[in-house]
């Protein structure tokens, strides 16, 4: 990778690294957390090396090599609390005719190492979500279109930007409010394009309730997803 000294083995192993720091930081909570889902750890003190450290990511939304719509997420700070902020827009028509139609607006508000709150508003080809929920005694506790739900304060949204994500085996659906058991495997250490540039990354490929296959690069950031479209056509995401 550019600018990095790193072998790859070295670059390989950066989030499994960053846990145990952040575990030995969280103490007995965070170290319960991990022993459920795999996920819980606190950004605590080491938080700078812990989140990405870009600004923004910017992928187009591919199918059959035709470019679809965008996926973006934008990363902040906001009264010390880490913000990521997800937009997706996607649409596909023949001959000016829209045949299929997804926005997606989502905020994910991260305080002292653990999901705050999240937020989101879909529109999947007419079909409507509205995800309202708010830390509280330990749990994520919110509405999805005007229902309740309860779920661990120790999940991981399925956003798939944490970098603890192919260690889960719960991920929060960011869409339907609902927790999504999934199944995680290392396919291996591969080259793939990154804004007109080859990079090293981690392929994983996650299976049961959610189907993606995602490359994590040296920073532990997403460099590629791909996923299976209702229709059985391949959607990319490439990352610019």
């Known amino acids: ?26 103490g007995a909570s965070a ?28 992928f187009l939304v591919l199918r059959h090599g035709s470019v ?3 996926h973006r997420f934008d990363f902040s700070r906001r009264d010390g609390d880490f913000i990521v902020e997800v937009a ?40 409507l979500w509205r995800v309202q929920s708010l830390r509280s005694d330990g749990a994520l506790r919110g509405t999805v279109n005007d229902v309740g739900f309860d779920v661990s304060g120790f999940v991981v949204p399925a956003s798939l930007w944490h970098r603890d994500t192919p260690k889960t085996q719960v991920l929060f659906g960011t869409i339907d409010g609902r927790t999504k058991v999934v199944n ?8 793939v394009e990154v804004a007109g540039r080859p990079r090293q990354a981690r392929h994983f490929r996650l299976t049961g309730e959610i189907e993606r296959d995602v490359w994590y690069d040296a920073d532990c950031g997403i460099a590629r997803v791909t996923f299976p479209a209702r229709d ?7 990352r610019q």
């Open 1 to 26: 990778m550019t600018g990095s000294n790193t072998t790859a083995s070295e670059r390989a192993v950066c989030a499994d690294i960053n846990r145990r720091r952040a575990l030995r930081l969280g």
């Open 31 to 58: 170290l319960a957390a991990a022993g459920l889902l795999g996920a819980g750890r606190p950004f605590g003190a080491a938080a700078a090396d812990l989140v990405p450290q870009d600004k923004a990511w910017r």
């Open 68 to 70: 679809i719509g965008e």
């Open 88 to 127: 997706i827009d996607i649409s596909v028509g023949v001959l000016g005719v829209t045949l299929f139609r997804f926005t997606h607006r989502a905020e994910e508000v991260w305080r002292d190492g653990w999901l705050q709150a999240l937020t989101s508003a879909t529109d999947d080809d007419g079909r």
């Open 184 to 191: 995680t495997r290392l396919v291996g250490e591969e080259a």
């Open 232 to 238: 059985g056509s391949l959607i990319t995401l490439e």
